[in-house]
C-alpha cells in the first residue's frame, strides 16, 4: 500500500510527539487510528476543547453476561495526538478496527483470549527482555524507544515485526490478528474506493499490525458478514491516572503515567532531557511537602547520579528507573519506603480526566442526575465533604407527599448508591441510641465516583435497576445464611421488596442445611430487626415472619447441644442465647414457653458446660421465671464441695454474665457463696479463686463496691471499712500471693 | 608476591582478571581510573571472558546496585554502603578500591578508639622534637593519601566511631581539601579521590551518623540475598575460594549440605519457613551469609583435621549449633523448638542432622 503506515506502542509519549510530526510532514486527506470503527461519534467529544484527559472509552454488551472493553486514552496517547492532528487541520478521521461488538463476541469464544492484542506473546517477550536486561521491560522500552531521536518508526516498526514472529507460534492469536488485520486493510480499500488517493491516507496503529497491513489482503464482503457480533453500547467516561497505573498489561495502562505526562511535555518544549529536571524537582517537591527535609545540592547530586547510571546502561537521558535509583540513593538515604509517598505523587499522581457537560451519558448516569435533581442533592455533589442528616419519619407539616418521604426516599437512594459501590456518601454511625428514625452521612464528590457510576451501566439501566441485579447477584452467590441475611438487611435499606424477597429465598433454602447456632441466632436477630423497624421505611414485614420463626425453632432445637462445649465456645453459645432471648421478647408470637422450658432444662442439666447453664439460670432469674428458692438451690448444688472448683467457678460467671443488679441485690446469693467458699481446702480455694477473680473482672467499681456492702453484712463488718479494704491498692504482700496464684498450675485440671 | 600471605588483597588475588580488563579496555577511562565504569561493573558482577581470562563474579547481588555504586564514585560523591553484617558491604568496598585504583588498602578501619588523626595526619613525634614540623616528620592518614594520589579511601564502620571523627570527614568531603596549619598549608584532593565507608545497620544506636555526614554520601543499602538460589550460589563459591586458601584437607561440602545450612539460616533470620507456612522464633544473632559461609569452612576443618575427610551430620551440627546460639538462653530456646518443630517433621533426608543435633543439645 502506498499510504503512509505509522506503527505506535499505546500509551507511548515518543510514539505521540514523533507521529504529530510524521503527520505535518505527510499532510494527509483521510487519517485512519487503530480502534473500533463503530466508535467514531465518540471523536468530537475526545476533541472538545473543554475535554481532559485521561478518558477511556467503554464498550459493554447489553444482555448478560455483561461483557466489557475498556479503551484508556492519555493526552500522550498516539491515538488521541492523531484524532487531535485531524481535528486541528480539518481532516476526516475515522477508527479503522473491528467493531466493538465483534471483539466483544470473539472474546467470548476464547474467554482467555480477551481484550489485549498478542498480548500472551507480548508479555513472554516481555519477560525474556527483562531475564536479559535484568531491567523490567517498561525501562527498556524507554532507553531504547522513548529515547531514539529520529529513527522511531523504523525501531518500532523492526520491533513490531520481530514480535509478529515469535507470535507466529500461537495459532488463536494469529487467527485473531489476521481477522483484525483484514478488517483494517478493508477499511483502507473502502476509503481509497470513496475516493481518497492512496497516499493521502495516514494510518496508525500498533507496530505489531504494520506487516500485517501492508501484506495482508482485505476481507471480503462476505467474510464481514460473517463476523460474529453482539449487540453493545458504548460510552466515554472520565479515567484517572491512578486506574491507569494499577491495569498493566500492554495498551490497558503504565505504572507511571505522570512521569509518562512529564516525558510528553519535555517533548514538546523541544528536549526529552527536561524531563529528568521535572521528575526529580517535583519529587522533591512532593518529598518536602511530605514533610521532609530536601537540599537543593541532594537534588542536583540525583541528577548527575542519574546521568552516570543511564551511560552505565547506554541511554542518552536518565531512564524513570535511573532518575528513581538516583534519588533513592541521595534524597532518600538508601531506602525507597522514604521515597515513596512522594513517588507516588510524582510518578502516578492524582490526574482525573473530564468530561464536558452534555456528553452522550450512559442510562444509568441519567439517572443519577436526574434522582439528584429530584431528591435535592445536587448541593451535595462538591469536593467538599458535607453532613447530610435525615429524618425518615413522615413529615405531617408540608403540602405534597412527595416532600414528606423525601428523606426516606434520599436514604433508599444513597443506599442503593452503597450498595452499587459508588462511593459518594458513606453512613456514619448513629449518635442517638434507638433512634432509628435518624440516619447520618457524609457526602463528597470525586470524579471516582463517575467512573463507578459509569461501571454499574453494566448492571442495569437505571439506579434501582444496577442495585437489584448487584443485590441479586450478590444472593445467588452467598453460601452463608449470614450473608444471605446481610443482602436482605441491604436490600431492606435500598427499600427494594423485589430484591428482599429475593434474598430471603435464598436466606430460607440456605437455612435448610445450616448452621452454627451462633450463626442462626445472628441472622434471625438481624430479621428481627427489619421486622420490628419495617413501617418506618414502608416494608411489608410479613414475609419475614415465618423464617423468623423457623430459625428461632431451629436455634431452639439445637441450643442443648451446643451447651456441650469447652470453655472458649460457651462465650458463643451464651451470646446466642442473649440474642435468643431478646428475639422471643420481641416477637409474641415464638412460643414462650419453649423458651422458658429449654432454659430450666440447660439450668438444670449438669453435664453441659457450667458456664451456659449460669447463663441460663440468669436468664430465667432476669424474667422472673426462676424464684429465690429454686436460685438457693442451684447455688447449693453447683457450689457444693464436691465439685471441682473450675466447675463451679465457671456457673458462677455464666451466672454473673447478665443483669448484675439483680444477683448484688440478692443477699442470699453471697451467704451461699460465702459458705461454698469456706469449706473449700487450700488447694481447692486457690483452684476457685483464679476462676472467680475472673468472674469478677468484668464488674464496675460501683458493683464492686456493692458486693463489699453484701459481704460486709454477711460477716457483720461495717460496710465502709469492707470497701476500702476491697478497694485499696493490693499490699507488697499480698502481690507476693497473687504472683504465686499466678504461677498456678493447670496442667492437672 | 609471597604464597604464604594469609589472605592477599583484593587486586593482587584478581590480578590476571584485571590486567586483562585493562589491556581489553576501550570505553572512556575517568580521570585516576584504571578501568572504565563498565569494565568496573563487568569485573564485580562478573560472567563474561575478556581476553581468554574469565571474569569471576565478585557480587551476587543485584548488579543494579552495584552500577549505582559505581555511577557515584564516577560523580566523585562519596559512597556509602549499609546493611546487615555479612551482607559483603567490605568485600564490594575492597573490589570496588581494586578495580578502580588498583589498591585496596587505602583503609581505616572505624573503632570507638579511632581519633581524628588516623583521619587527617599525625607526626613521628621523634623526628618533630627533633627537627621541628616538617613535611618529613608527617605520618600521613590513608585518607591524606589517597587525596594527594586522587585514588579511594575506605573507612570501615564508620558508625563506630566517634562524632568528633566522623565530623573530620565533612570538612574533607565537602571543601576537598585538608589543612595544615602547622606547616601552613593545604592539601587539595587530586581527581579521582573519593571515600567508601560502610556502616552497619545492627549498630546504627552507637554512632548515628549525623545528617550534615549523611548529606554528603550516596547511600546504597545491601540487602541480605534476595532468595535461596543466589545464597546458595553466594556460599559455595566462597567456600570454595576460602577452602583453597586455608588447606583444610577436606571435600568440598556436597549441594545436599550447603542446601541444608542456608535453609536454616534463612529460616531462621526471616523467622518462619521458606513455604511461609509456619512461624518461628528468630535468634539473637544476625545469621548472614558470611556466618553461614564460615561455619561450612568450620565444618570442613573439623571434617579434615577429626572426621572422616568429608563433612557429617555430627560436623556440620557442632557447627551449626554454635552459630545458631549466641545468647545463650533465649537462642537455646528457639533452636530446640526448631529442631523439634521443623526439622524432625522434615523426613529421612534431614534425620541424620536432627539426631546429630539433638545428642549435643
Keep these: 500500500m502506498k499510504g503512509q503506515l505509522f506503527g505506535v506502542r499505546h500509551l507511548s509519549p515518543a510514539a505521540a510527539h514523533h507521529l504529530r510530526q510524521a503527520l505535518d510532514r505527510a499532510r494527509p486527506e483521510l487519517v485512519l487510528v487503530e480502534g473500533p470503527s463503530d466508535l467514531n461519534e465518540q471523536m468530537p467529544w475526545l476533541c472538545h476543547p473543554e475535554t481532559r484527559f485521561p478518558v477511556a472509552i467503554l464498550a459493554y454488551t447489553k444482555a448478560p453476561p455483561v461483557r466489557t472493553i475498556l479503551y484508556p486514552f492519555a493526552v500522550y496517547s498516539p491515538e488521541i495526538q492523531a484524532i487531535l492532528w485531524a481535528h486541528e487541520h480539518k481532516v476526516p478521521c475515522r477508527f479503522m478496527d473491528l467493531p466493538s461488538g465483534v471483539f466483544l463476541a470473539l472474546a467470548q469464544v476464547q474467554p482467555e483470549e480477551a481484550e489485549e492484542e498478542s498480548g500472551d506473546t507480548t508479555e513472554a517477550v516481555y519477560r525474556r527482555l527483562e531475564t536479559l536486561t535484568g531491567e523490567d521491560h517498561d525501562t527498556f522500552w524507554e532507553r531504547h524507544f522513548e529515547q531514539t531521536a529520529g529513527s522511531y518508526q523504523d525501531a518500532c516498526n523492526a520491533f513490531g515485526q520481530q514480535l509478529r514472529l515469535t507470535a507466529a507460534d500461537d495459532e488463536l492469536q494469529t487467527a485473531e490478528t489476521l481477522v483484525r488485520e483484514a478488517y483494517m486493510k478493508r477499511a483502507i480499500c473502502q476509503a481509497v474506493a470513496e475516493g481518497v488517493p492512496e497516499e493521502k491516507i495516514f494510518c496508525v496503529c500498533g507496530a505489531f499490525h504494520v506487516e500485517g497491513l501492508r501484506e495482508n489482503a482485505p476481507m471480503t464482503d462476505e467474510e464481514e458478514a460473517a463476523l460474529p457480533c453482539l449487540d453493545c453500547a458504548a460510552t466515554l467516561m472520565p479515567y484517572s491516572y491512578y486506574r491507569l497505573s494499577s491495569r498493566s498489561g500492554y495498551g490497558a495502562g503504565n505504572k507511571a503515567p505522570a512521569y509518562f505526562e512529564l516525558a510528553w511535555e519535555a517533548l514538546q518544549s523541544g528536549s526529552l532531557e527536561n524531563a529528568a529536571y521535572l521528575y526529580l524537582t517535583r519529587l522533591a517537591k512532593a518529598h518536602r511537602k511530605a514533610g521532609n527535609l530536601v537540599s537543593s545540592a541532594e537534588v542536583i547530586e540525583a541528577m548527575r547520579l542519574s546521568q552516570v547510571l543511564c551511560r552505565l546502561r547506554g541511554s542518552p537521558y536518565p531512564a524513570l528507573q535511573d532518575l528513581r535509583d538516583a534519588s533513592v540513593a541521595t534524597m532518600g538515604h538508601g ?25 452522550n451519558r450512559t442510562s444509568v448516569q441519567e ?64 449518635r442517638q441510641e434507638g433512634a432509628n428514625w435518624g ?137 446466642a442465647m442473649d440474642k435468643l432471648n431478646a428475639l422471643q ?12 422450658e429449654l432454659l430450666s432444662t440447660v439450668s438444670d442439666r449438669d453435664d453441659l458446660n457450667t458456664r451456659c447453664s449460669g447463663f ?26 464436691g465439685v471441682p472448683a473450675e466447675l463451679g ?65 454477711i460477716w457483720g463488718v461495717d460496710a465502709s471499712q469492707a470497701a476500702e479494704l476491697l478497694m485499696r491498692d493490693t499490699t507488697a504482700e499480698e502481690k507476693e500471693i497473687l504472683d504465686g496464684l499466678d504461677e498456678f498450675d493447670f496442667d492437672d485440671i | 608476591m609471597s604464597t604464604n600471605v594469609q589472605r592477599l588483597p583484593a587486586e593482587e588475588l584478581y590480578q590476571r582478571e584485571l590486567e586483562a580488563l585493562i589491556s581489553a579496555e576501550h570505553d572512556a577511562v575517568p580521570t585516576g581510573w584504571r578501568l572504565s565504569p563498565r569494565s568496573v561493573l563487568i569485573y564485580l558482577t562478573g560472567g563474561e571472558t575478556v581476553k581468554g581470562v574469565e571474569i569471576t563474579p565478585k557480587y551476587m547481588g543485584n548488579r543494579r546496585l552495584v552500577e549505582i555504586a559505581i555511577a557515584t564514585l564516577v560523580t566523585d560523591r562519596a559512597l556509602l554502603l549499609i546493611g ?8 564490594l568496598s575492597e573490589h570496588l578500591a581494586a578495580a578502580i585504583n588498583g589498591d585496596s588498602t587505602k583503609v581505616v578501619q572505624g573503632t570507638a578508639g579511632t581519633t581524628e588523626e588516623q583521619i587527617r595526619y599525625s607526626w613521628n613525634y621523634a623526628m618533630l622534637i627533633a627537627k621541628g614540623p616538617s613535611p618529613e616528620a608527617m605520618v600521613k592518614s590513608p585518607v591524606y593519601r589517597a587525596m594527594e594520589t586522587g585514588t579511594i579511601a575506605r573507612v570501615e564502620e564508620i558508625s563506630r566511631c566517634a562524632s568528633e571523627v566522623q565530623d573530620a570527614l565533612i570538612s574533607i568531603l565537602s571543601e576537598k581539601r585538608l589543612s595544615v596549619p602547622e606547616l601552613g598549608m593545604e592539601v587539595p584532593a587530586q581527581k ?40 546458595m550460589e553466594i556460599v559455595r563459591t566462597r567456600v570454595a575460594q576460602l577452602s583453597a586458601g586455608l588447606d583444610l584437607f577436606a571435600a568440598q561440602p556436597d549441594e545436599d549440605t550447603v542446601e541444608k545450612v542456608v535453609t536454616i539460616f534463612r529460616e531462621l533470620r526471616f523467622g518462619a519457613t521458606l513455604d511461609g507456612k509456619q512461624k518461628l522464633k528468630t535468634t539473637s544473632g544476625v545469621l548472614s551469609t558470611a556466618e553461614a559461609i564460615s561455619l561450612l569452612a568450620n565444618s570442613m576443618a573439623l571434617a579434615g583435621s577429626f572426621g572422616s575427610g568429608s563433612i557429617s551430620a555430627s560436623d556440620l551440627a557442632a557447627a551449626l549449633q554454635g552459630a545458631v546460639i549466641k545468647d545463650e538462653e533465649k537462642d537455646k530456646v528457639s533452636w530446640k523448638e526448631y529442631l523439634e518443630n521443623v526439622m524432625k517433621k522434615r523426613g529421612s533426608a534431614w534425620l541424620p542432622l536432627y539426631r546429630a543435633c539433638r545428642e549435643l543439645g
Excluded at chain 1, 522514604?338 to 510518578?347: F, G, I, K, W, Y
Excluded at chain 1, 441460663?616 to 464441695?641: C, T
Excluded at chain 2, 567508601?196 to 554520601?217: E, H, P, Q
Design chain 1, 335 to 359: 531506602s525507597f519506603s522514604e521515597l515513596a509517598v512522594a513517588a507516588a505523587d510524582t510518578e502516578i499522581g492524582k490526574k482525573i480526566g473530564y468530561l464536558p457537560e452534555g456528553v
Design chain 1, 616 to 641: 441460663a439460670m440468669a436468664i430465667l432469674l432476669e424474667r422472673g421465671k426462676a424464684d429465690e428458692a429454686l436460685l438457693a438451690r442451684e447455688v447449693s448444688r453447683r457450689l457444693s464441695p
Design chain 1, 585 to 596: 421478647l420481641n416477637h409474641d408470637f415464638l412460643e414462650e414457653d419453649r423458651w422458658l
Design chain 1, 367 to 430: 439517572d443519577f442526575y436526574r434522582q439528584l435533581k429530584a431528591l435535592r442533592l445536587e448541593k451535595f455533589r462538591s469536593a467538599e465533604a458535607q453532613r447530610l442528616d435525615l429524618d425518615l419519619r413522615e413529615k405531617l407539616n408540608v403540602r405534597s407527599a412527595g416532600a414528606a418521604l423525601i428523606d426516606l426516599h434520599r436514604s433508599f437512594f444513597l443506599h442503593r448508591l452503597r450498595v452499587l459501590g459508588i462511593h459518594f456518601a458513606t453512613p456514619l454511625p448513629s
Design chain 1, 439 to 575: 440516619e447520618y452521612w457524609e457526602t463528597r464528590w470525586t470524579p471516582e465516583a463517575e467512573i463507578e457510576i459509569v461501571e454499574s451501566a453494566l448492571m442495569g439501566d437505571t439506579i434501582e435497576g444496577a442495585a437489584a441485579f448487584a443485590l441479586k447477584e450478590r444472593a445467588d452467590g452467598s453460601s452463608r445464611i449470614q450473608e444471605a441475611a446481610a443482602i436482605f438487611h441491604d436490600a431492606f435499606l435500598c427499600g427494594m421488596p423485589a430484591a428482599a424477597s429475593h434474598a430471603l429465598t435464598v436466606l430460607q433454602s440456605l437455612s435448610v442445611d445450616a448452621a452454627a447456632l451462633a450463626e442462626v441466632a445472628e441472622t434471625a436477630s438481624r430479621l428481627s430487626l427489619v421486622a420490628r423497624y419495617s413501617d418506618l421505611r414502608r416494608f411489608d414485614h410479613k414475609p419475614i415472619l415465618p423464617l423468623l420463626h423457623q430459625l428461632y425453632l431451629r436455634a431452639c432445637l439445637t441450643l442443648e447441644d451446643a451447651c456441650i462445649c469447652d470453655s472458649k465456645a460457651a462465650l458463643a453459645v451464651t451470646d
Design chain 1, 649 to 713: 467457678a465457671g456457673w458462677f460467671e455464666g451466672l454473673a454474665g447478665k443483669n448484675r443488679y439483680a444477683l448484688i441485690a440478692r443477699l442470699s446469693l453471697w451467704r451461699h457463696l460465702d459458705s461454698y467458699l469456706s469449706t473449700l481446702d487450700e488447694t481447692d480455694f486457690r483452684r476457685a479463686l483464679v476462676f472467680l477473680r475472673r468472674a469478677f473482672a468484668d464488674f464496675s467499681p460501683t458493683e464492686k463496691n456493692d458486693i463489699a456492702e453484701n459481704l460486709g453484712e
Design chain 2, 192 to 231: 579521582g579521590f573519593s571515600v567508601i565507608a560502610t556502616a552497619n545497620t545492627r549498630d546504627k544506636g552507637v554512632n548515628d551518623m549525623s545528617a550534615a555526614l549523611k548529606r554528603r554520601f550516596n547511600i546504597v543499602v545491601l540487602p541480605t540475598p534476595a532468595d535461596m538460589a543466589t545464597e
Design chain 2, 84 to 91: 546487615e553484617p555479612g551482607t559483603a558491604k567490605s568485600w
